[in-house]
């Protein structure tokens, strides 16, 4: 795929975050998704997936192109990480952290962090022995984000893992006609 194949149905990036588990109501988490007009849709959620909040933003070309040239350079990275993660630390409420990249890969993982691999190196143990792969690939997928992200901070969009704040000012103006009440002038 290259940018100039990009259009409004093309997922570009998409970022979900959820909670394991909670109540009926309670706070879902939110999703970020960019389409390749540059439309950035923000939503938050009450758990068992209803919208609470959505909102439309734009990014203008060169800011689409920016976050698509990442993915596009990381490709070869992102596309060998398996589809579902899970480094089995459940100290506690977790979260279920999904990413889309380029409309292609799409990775769940539970609990993502970033890990100092040579410090886990030297701890050694029965965990590093069975994770290192997956600390291996969250922390690639962690510095994909983290890019992104910081494409995203130019615009005063503040992207991190469990949250994202979006200056009002970048939301896109919707105007909608109703042509059933134009009148014809003939």
């Keep these: 795929m290259e940018f100039k194949d990009l259009n409004k149905d093309i997922v570009v990036f998409r970022y979900h975050v959820s909670p394991n588990f909670g109540m009926e109501g309670d ?15 923000f939503a938050a959620y009450r758990l068992f997936d209803e919208i609470k ?28 990480i398996p589809a579902s ?5 459940n100290d506690g409420p977790g979260n279920i ?41 969250e922390n690639q997928i962690l510095q994909i984000f983290e890019g992104i992200s910081k494409v995203l901070k130019k615009k005063d969009i503040h992207l991190s893992l469990d949250q994202c704040r979006i200056h009002d000012r970048c939301k896109v103006k919707i105007t909608w006609i109703d042509k059933t009440k134009q009148h014809s002038h003939t």
Excluded at 53 to 80: A, G, H, Q, S, V
Excluded at 85 to 89: C, G, T, V
């Design 27 to 41: 706070d879902g988490g939110f999703s970020l998704e960019l389409r390749g007009n540059g439309n950035l849709k």
């Design 85 to 89: 993660l899970d480094n089995h630390l």
């Design 53 to 80: 909040t959505m909102k439309i933003f734009k990014l203008n070309r060169e800011e689409t192109k920016e976050i698509f040239d990442i993915l596009k350079e990381t490709e070869k990275i992102w596309e060998k």
């Design 97 to 137: 952290n999904e990413f889309i990249f380029l409309d292609e890969k799409k990775i769940q993982a539970r609990n993502i962090r970033k890990t100092w691999l040579p410090g886990e190196a030297i701890r050694g143990g029965k965990y590093y022995k069975r994770f290192k792969n997956v600390m291996k690939y």
